[in-house]
């Protein structure tokens, strides 16, 4: 239960059934199989590949006051004035499969082959026009090293 509740030695984020069984053997003088300590771990309800991450939001005293003068705008719209509601997802990795896949057929399910080709990233930037409902995007695409 030790091991499973440090830290895993660098550079290694997580632990595995097997690197916490190497961990105990080194520490104790007897060895452990990795499906023992998954049984150990599933008895103590310890997860220790699980992990769950939160966002430590800063403390603005004037937090909830700035969203509702948001929300306002965007219930309100005063005349004449174009208010967008901008948006980003950076980093899209571009792939594609290597073959086909393959469709199902009676006692096979589908299959798809697991090798892709890498084209780079993209950048996808979007605006919503909170008056008109029209979406506005941008793609800004980089290509991979040595391209």
């Not at 769950?52 to 948001?70: K, S, Y």
Request: charge should be positive; include cysteine.
């Amino acid at each position: 239960m030790a091991a499973a509740t440090s830290a895993p030695p660098h550079p290694e984020s997580t632990w595995s059934h097997r690197k916490i069984a190497a961990q105990v053997a080194c520490t104790v003088f007897a060895a452990i199989s990795p499906s023992q300590v998954g049984r150990i771990l599933a008895d103590l309800n310890l997860k220790p590949r699980r992990v769950r991450g939160w966002l430590t939001r800063r403390d603005t005293p004037d937090f909830w006051q700035r969203a509702a003068d948001v929300c306002n705008l965007y219930l309100s719209t005063p005349e004449g004035a174009v208010v967008l509601s901008v948006g980003e997802k950076t980093a899209i990795a571009a792939r594609s499969r290597r073959h086909p896949g393959q469709a199902p057929r009676p006692g096979r399910i589908a299959r798809q082959e697991f090798e892709y080709r890498r084209h780079g990233t993209s950048s996808l930037v979007a605006a919503l026009d909170v008056r008109s409902g029209q979406i506005l995007t941008e793609t800004i695409t980089r290509m991979p090293a040595g391209s």
